[in-house]
């Protein structure tokens, strides 16, 4: 049973805007932290935006900050990223990650359960 399932990507035009939701079992909805990450061609995996369980603490990457927003609802267990005035250099697979472990909410290397990942396309 997958413990992450991602859905809402698809194709927008420059400065639309977009919901991604991220639907996790009641195991890992409980973990540490979920975020998400991205990966446009040719390029690494980078940081978006992650939120903690206890706190709900939010943490976003300088690129987004202003433009995405990430939620989680509890009672539905699924972790919501919106994004609004998107940029062609957006468009990526968007993957939905979680960590168990305490830590900075940006360290790739921590996070033990991802999704199948979602795309992202920006463009006219």
């Known amino acids: 049973q997958a413990q992450l399932v991602e859905s809402g990507g698809g194709l927008v035009q420059p400065g639309g805007s977009l919901r991604l939701s991220c639907q996790a079992s009641e195991r890992t909805f409980s973990s540490y932290a979920i975020s998400w990450f991205r990966q446009a061609p040719g390029k690494e995996r980078e940081f978006v935006a992650g939120i903690t369980y206890s706190f709900g603490s939010r943490g976003y990457a300088d690129s987004v900050k202003g433009r995405f927003t990430i939620s989680r609802d509890n009672a539905k267990k699924t972790v919501y990223l919106e994004m609004s005035g998107l940029k062609p250099e957006d468009t990526a697979v968007y993957y939905c990650?979680?960590?168990?472990?305490?830590?900075?909410?940006?360290?790739?290397?921590?996070?033990?359960?991802w999704g199948q990942g979602t795309q992202v396309t920006v463009s006219s």
């Open positions: 990650v979680a960590r168990s472990s305490r830590g900075n909410l940006n360290d790739l290397k921590s996070y033990e359960t």
